[in-house]
């Protein structure tokens, strides 16, 4: 798909892989709505844009706020006309042994990586459905495919998160509508370094890594399509 004028709402946006993404579909000339809480990040996020004459949208978004989330989609419906793609990146992680592990912090975690999600994807195929097309990328995490210590209720989120999304994937393709997942291993942000501190910051995956599969998955010819990508640090272990 050409990305140029494509309407791409990021969440997360403000920093991390949410900003390297932002900033990937902007240089492919797509049209950025960066949702994020820190507005004062967005605004950098925009800035950078802005110095490659890339076009961004700034809606300050809590992805645990249902009406911050109607907003969202509903300001960016009125400013485009449309919504092409969207990025559910935004993500939080509390570290915790289960038996300690609070329910204010299970439904803080819940609230925005797996409700949010649900209601970012929800309110998308509001506008996607009667448009008959869009692209819906969600950003998991490899912790599905493994049992961390001191990780399950995040990964219990993200588990949640595959499958919201393939059951929508099946649901709305005939719509027009592709979805898919991508499942990072570690990428060098602040999550990680609270998460993992244990692994060598100079082992872990640029931030830009993940914007570039994102740009490759939109960008193959209209054939084509990929359900999910696992990336993982090449130091870690295949498969
Ligand atoms: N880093 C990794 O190794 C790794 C691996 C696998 C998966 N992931 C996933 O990748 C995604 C991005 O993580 P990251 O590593 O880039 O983390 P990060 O650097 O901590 O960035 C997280 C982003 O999510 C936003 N966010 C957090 N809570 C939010 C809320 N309530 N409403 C709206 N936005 C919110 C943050 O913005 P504000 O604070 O401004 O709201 C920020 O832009 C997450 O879903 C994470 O689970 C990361």
């Not at 559910?88 to 975690?109: P, S």
């Not at 898919?180 to 060598?200: M, S, W």
Request: hydrophobic fraction near 40%.
């Amino acid at each position: 798909m050409d990305l140029n004028h494509k309407s791409a709402i990021v969440t997360g946006a403000s920093k991390g892989i949410g900003r390297a993404i932002s900033i990937a579909l902007a240089k492919e000339g797509a049209d950025i709505i960066l949702a994020a809480r820190t507005e004062e990040k967005l605004r950098e996020v925009k800035k950078d844009i802005s110095s490659f004459g890339g076009n961004s949208l700034i809606i300050p978004t809590d992805m645990s706020n249902e009406k911050d989330i109607l907003n969202l989609f509903d300001k960016t419906k009125k400013e485009f006309g449309k919504l092409d793609i969207l990025i559910n990146n935004a993500g939080i992680f509390i570290k915790g042994n289960l038996v300690d592990f609070r329910t204010e912090d299970y439904n803080k975690i819940m609230n925005v990586n797996l409700r949010g999600v649900f209601l970012s994807c929800r309110q998308a195929l509001k506008i996607m459905i009667p448009q008959k097309s869009g692209f819906i990328i969600n950003i998991s995490s490899n912790a599905v495919f493994k049992g961390y210590p001191e990780q399950s209720v995040y990964t219990a989120s993200k588990h949640g998160i595959v499958g919201l999304t393939k059951s929508i994937a099946n649901e709305v393709q005939k719509d027009g509508i592709s979805v898919a997942l991508i499942h990072p291993g570690g990428v060098d942000t602040e999550l990680i370094n609270y998460a993992r501190p244990d692994i060598d910051k100079s082992l872990l995956i640029p931030p830009e890594d993940i914007a570039k599969t994102v740009i490759y998955m939109l960008k193959l010819s209209d054939n084509s399509w990929v359900d999910e990508i696992f990336i993982r640090r090449r130091a870690a272990k295949p498969f």
